[in-house]
């Protein structure tokens, strides 16, 4: 198992690039970031102080992935998550590609639908239809990495044929992860996605979670064993805790999320340290 890092990539971490070389320095698999495009003042109250106060000031994802790609050449860049229905569609199809071409194909996409009120501000599209729109973006998104002359008619996107250039390096573009946990938006992502992504916080038994997933998998007609299960592993996991995800079957652990003094840069490398000495057992 493979193990990531997941920054809250802000003006008070450490700058992206520099993250980076440190991550690949001590055998780190993968840098991750999030994003939120905006947060509507009338949600934040939901969040708590001191997320809502790192959320607000968080780096563009794509941006801060190409400083790392610059400054690597090894390690992967990861979204966690991107929320592409925020986005405009042919934009985000050619910043994704030419990420993945600046990072000689290193980029996997984490996708999400954020949460209603972030989505309500930049896209009309109902609520209750949010993984059906994902669905569609997906396959619009994955027709513009692949064909010269690229066209999608669906009901949330409709084009006749258009050129979208570059192409990704990644023949089929990114390998994109759903960060799904419910059992409706797993049903409803399992025919497109090319890996899970959930946070184990999310749940009380992550065996069982795992479990249900592959069952779901197998009914949508997926082998389970050809899908990237990658798990977030929440606050300050111990060996132990990263060991059972490894035996589980989960490929990759993404650590940093919800760490104690994350908000303080000067802890972030005495803590790589701390799991870089983990990182050839797990793995």
Avoid at 37 to 54: D, K
Avoid at 248 to 269: E, H, K, Q, Y
Wanted: aromatic residues 8%; glycine residues 8%.
């Amino acid at each position: 198992m493979d193990i990531g890092f997941v920054s809250l990539n802000t003006p008070h971490d450490l700058a992206p690039g520099d993250l980076a070389k440190e991550l690949e320095q001590r055998g780190f698999e993968s840098l991750w970031v999030g994003e939120h495009p905006q947060i509507p003042v009338s949600s934040g109250g939901a969040m708590p102080l001191a997320l809502l106060h790192a959320q607000q000031r968080m780096w563009d994802p794509l941006l801060s992935l190409t400083a790392a790609a610059q400054s690597t050449t090894t390690l992967r860049l990861g979204t966690a998550v991107a929320l592409p229905l925020e986005h405009e569609l042919f934009t985000f199809a050619k910043q994704i590609a030419t990420l993945d071409q600046f990072s000689g194909g290193r980029l996997l996409l984490g996708v999400g639908v954020g949460v209603r009120a972030e989505l309500a501000v930049v896209n009309p599209v109902p609520w209750a239809d949010r993984y059906w729109a994902l669905t569609e973006m997906v396959a619009a998104l994955r027709v513009l990495w692949t064909a010269d002359e690229a066209e999608h008619h669906g009901d949330f996107y409709d084009f006749d044929p258009v050129w979208c250039h570059p192409k990704p390096h990644q023949q089929q573009g990114p390998p994109l992860l759903v960060a799904a946990t419910g059992p409706r938006a797993v049903a409803e992502s399992l025919p497109w996605a090319d890996g899970w992504l959930p946070g184990d916080a999310a749940f009380g038994d992550v065996s069982q979670a795992l479990s249900d997933f592959r069952r779901r998998a197998e009914d949508a007609g997926r082998d389970p064993a050809t899908l990237d299960l990658t798990i977030m592993a929440w606050g300050d996991p111990s060996a132990n805790r990263l060991s059972r995800y490894r035996d589980l079957g989960f490929n990759r652990a993404v650590i940093g999320g919800g760490r104690r003094d994350g908000n303080d840069p000067s802890t972030t490398l005495p803590f790589l340290d701390r799991y870089a000495a983990m990182i050839d057992e797990l793995r």
